[in-house]
């Protein structure tokens, strides 16, 4: 195989290295063979397949969906978090771990939200600071591209997987790599692999992009496949960390059909999960009720009761509290309480503790559906 780009000398520290710089997209022949079109059709078809699953109450779903994406590329870049902590980060943000994935959530949220734009230098930029938002990364390194040379793995350029392009190739780089991902005129899934393998060979940021190259695959998905939210392409990636880095392997040494075989295969994946999602949140809802319903006999539990309700409320909010259950029904914090408790009883909810205070008064308590949790990516509750 020859390399899709060439080597260049660069001095690190008084040391000369040699540094990847990926041939432009424009200038690479990327056409898909019979066996690749037809991996990519498989992921397109089941992609499409699963949107049409989704209910026309979506936007639980997608959130969760989202979330669930979130916490796997978090989770790939060695960044972990329990869900309840990262849901609890989405409104107060933080320099913890989990407000770092609830940051991946947002950006992720915010470029699907913005799939009918198109990409330019400033949107990856603006998807940049947001993933950064309360990371440690100096500030003077956020939201722009690296000035100071990178590279992947090891502990410097001099035992790195792989050294990255030079800061002085890096603009002329991403704006092809822009100007490839705003075509319509190429096979989607393929698009968002070559689009994401060569995000990473040219790693722009000096931190953060593994995810944002999976935000751009977000984006992608979602704009070429007119998508309500894209599969959880992340969740997939995150099962097969190793035939992942093979295949951006291979991309950069020129063998683009293997990467973006796997890549379609991963997609694939990730539309069937979408589906099974949809299923087990609707199974988990009937047996709530059932749940419910058995609990209920035999004791004062109407069928205007608030813990009725509260289930409805579920899995728009995985974390509940009394005030969240008050303002969403209108009803007294005591009412709302008494219903939580009921549900904690019947066994489909589970307390989980209390929420950090904000200024004075007693922090809320949490609760939980263990079952909804798992569904999201979260580790089993201690």
Request: glycine fraction near 8%; proline fraction near 7%.
């Amino acid at each position: 195989m020859t390399p899709a780009g060439t080597e260049v000398p660069v001095v690190w520290r008084g040391r000369r290295v040699r540094a990847f710089v990926p041939a432009l997209l424009v200038d690479r022949t990327l056409d898909l063979d019979a066996a690749t079109a037809a991996r990519t059709a498989t992921a397109i078809a089941e992609v499409s397949h699963s949107a049409a699953a989704l209910p026309e109450d979506y936007a639980p779903l997608a959130r969760l969906l989202l979330r669930s994406d979130g916490v796997a590329s978090s989770y790939i870049e060695g960044v972990h978090a329990p869900v309840v902590d990262v849901v609890l980060a989405e409104r107060t943000g933080g320099t913890t771990a989990a407000g770092w994935v609830a940051a991946n959530l947002t950006a992720t949220t915010d470029a699907v939200e913005s799939a009918d734009r198109r990409l330019s230098l400033a949107r990856l930029c603006a998807w940049h600071r947001i993933l950064m938002a309360g990371s440690p990364t100096p500030g003077r390194y956020v939201g722009r591209l690296r000035e100071e040379q990178g590279w992947i793995g090891g502990t410097s350029p001099l035992d790195a997987h792989l050294v990255t392009p030079p800061p002085d190739r890096l603009r002329p780089l991403v704006a092809d790599l822009v100007r490839y991902a705003n075509r319509t005129d190429v096979d989607p899934v393929a698009q968002a692999a070559v689009a994401h393998a060569q995000f990473e060979c040219i790693h722009p940021f000096a931190d953060g992009n593994g995810r944002i190259g999976r935000v751009l695959v977000a984006w992608l998905l979602t704009r070429r496949l007119g998508l309500l939210t894209p599969p959880p392409v992340s969740t997939a990636i995150a099962a097969d960390v190793g035939g992942y880095t093979a295949g951006l392997t291979q991309f950069r040494l020129g063998a683009h059909g293997p990467w973006i075989r796997w890549f379609a295969d991963a997609v694939t994946t990730a539309g069937r999960a979408q589906e099974a999602l949809v299923d087990e949140v609707a199974a988990l809802r009937a047996r709530w009720r059932t749940t419910l319903a058995s609990y209920g006999e035999g004791r004062a539990l109407r069928s205007d009761a608030s813990a009725w309700a509260v289930l409805e409320l579920l899995p728009r909010h995985l974390v509940l509290t009394a005030r969240v259950v008050a303002d969403e029904l209108d009803q007294t914090p005591k009412a709302a309480l008494d219903a939580l408790r009921t549900l904690t009883a019947a066994g489909v909810l589970t307390a989980y503790g209390t929420e950090p205070p904000e200024g004075r008064g007693r922090p809320a308590a949490l609760f939980v559906s263990t079952e909804l949790l798992a569904l999201a990516g979260a580790t089993p509750l201690p």
